[in-house]
């Protein structure tokens, strides 16, 4: 038993650094896009990268996200009292979000629209209103604001929501991608493209300054949503297909509720509404 408590706590603090670790690369590249005080941006991915940890692995990560932004906010925060007001706003963010997202029955999946929803009005738009407000307040009170309050918040909450809408699916949606069935020579080629696309639109946005161009990635986005969609239905259609390939029994007419129906499927579309 001493052992496996031992495992057990072991790989938990593995999570926790790891997640740290992460937390702390991300910010990094994230304030190289800084608009206030060197330390607000209009693209905050840590909050994303944290709403993800907190989905895939509980609140029991919660220290990795704590130490991640005490360490980023170490050397740009004004005083110690600041960065230890900022990193617990950062990490209460994602967390209130997690515990919204959880009470209304959050699937990460994001096969519905309810889940779809939820993220961007509590996970994003909601929960995100706590790192802001208590960062920007933080920086207010110890002077070290160089604009008025409401400027400065608008683009805390603005990076701080728009890592959770870019990052978050990104990382739910990956975790459950499987590799490909075979696709013909223009799809992949669609696919290469895409990705060059993507990458050099977002260098030339990043690379000028003063510009606001992060909207040029929007088709970008909006190309792969309309002709790749999520990595979900293409598993459950190969699901289907080999479901439908398998040679059934004589009962197998039987349905998930127990009760015979001759007439079902398991590739059959379901009539019942989904909720």
């Known amino acids: 038993m001493r052992d496996e408590e031992i495992r057990r706590y072991g790989s938990l603090a593995l999570r926790i650094l790891a997640v740290a670790a992460v937390y702390y690369g991300s910010a990094r590249l994230g304030l190289l896009q800084h608009l206030v005080r060197g330390q607000i941006t209009p693209l905050w991915p840590p909050t994303g990268l944290a709403l993800a940890g907190l989905l895939f692995f509980g609140l029991r990560i919660w220290p990795g996200i704590a130490l991640g932004a005490f360490l980023v906010n170490l050397s740009i925060g004004p005083t110690a009292a600041a960065v230890?007001?900022?990193?617990?706003?950062?990490?209460?963010?994602p967390v209130c979000a997690y515990l919204m997202l959880r009470?209304?029955?959050?699937r990460q999946e994001l096969d519905r629209l309810r889940d779809g929803l939820a993220l961007v009005f509590l996970g994003a738009l909601g929960g995100m209103l706590?790192?802001?407000?208590?960062?920007?307040?933080?920086?207010?009170?110890?002077?070290a604001l160089e604009r008025g309050f409401w400027p400065a918040w608008?683009?805390?909450?603005?990076?701080?929501?728009?890592g959770v809408l870019v990052v978050?699916?990104?990382l739910l949606v990956l975790r459950r991608a499987r590799w490909p069935v075979p696709a013909d020579r223009a799809r992949w080629a669609e696919a290469a493209a895409l990705g060059v696309c993507t990458l050099g639109v977002t260098l030339l946005a990043v690379?000028?300054?003063?510009?606001?161009?992060?909207f040029?990635?929007?088709?970008?986005?909006i190309w792969a949503a309309f002709r790749f969609q999520l990595a979900g239905p293409r598993r459950a259609r190969s699901r289907c297909r080999r479901s439908r390939s398998r040679p059934r029994p004589r009962n197998s007419g039987r349905s998930p509720g127990g009760t015979c129906s001759p007439t079902w499927s398991p590739c059959r579309p379901s009539t019942a509404p989904r909720r």
Do not use: E, H, K, Y
């Open 216 to 221: 040029l990635v929007f088709p970008c986005l």
């Open 154 to 162: 608008s683009v805390w909450w603005t990076g701080d929501a728009m």
């Open 207 to 214: 690379s000028v300054r003063n510009s606001p161009l992060l």
């Open 168 to 170: 978050t699916p990104f």
């Open 130 to 143: 706590v790192s802001s407000t208590v960062g920007t307040a933080t920086l207010a009170l110890s002077g």
């Open 103 to 106: 009470r209304v029955g959050f």
């Open 84 to 93: 230890l007001a900022i990193a617990a706003g950062n990490t209460a963010a």
